[in-house]
């Protein structure tokens, strides 16, 4: 089934799809997660590269019996703070708000087949 070994994978993680390789670190959105895990594994995934950057295999819609391990770096990381400003003109009317993000920190240890 697979030629050679994977190089990238497309997984699905919190309603957003995201193409991943072995040693990315990325930010996925905040979760529970069990005290002292260390690691987390995405069995969620859509589709599995090679080397030449041809997909391999497409899931439909998910791969059977292919996982994606991540360490986790950072558990609770917090993102830029966005800011939503409204205003009407004339009318007195001004309101301000932010919004900070929470994140997990991992790093792509392993696509497993």
């Known amino acids: 089934m697979y030629t050679s070994r994977p190089v990238y994978a497309i997984i699905e993680d919190s309603g957003t799809q995201i193409m991943v390789r072995k040693d990315d670190i990325l930010d996925i959105d905040l979760r529970k997660l069990p005290e002292g895990a260390t690691s987390l594994t995405f069995d969620k995934v859509l ?8 997909v391999a295999t497409l899931g439909a819609p998910y791969l059977a019996n292919v996982t994606v391990v991540a360490e986790i ?41």
């Open 73 to 113: 770096v950072k558990s609770l990381k917090r993102g830029a703070k966005t800011v939503l400003n409204k205003y009407s003109r004339r009318k007195g009317y001004r309101r301000h708000k932010g919004h900070r993000q929470s994140f997990v920190q991992v790093k792509i240890s392993e696509i497993v087949l």
């Open 47 to 54: 589709a599995v590269g090679n080397e030449d950057g041809s």
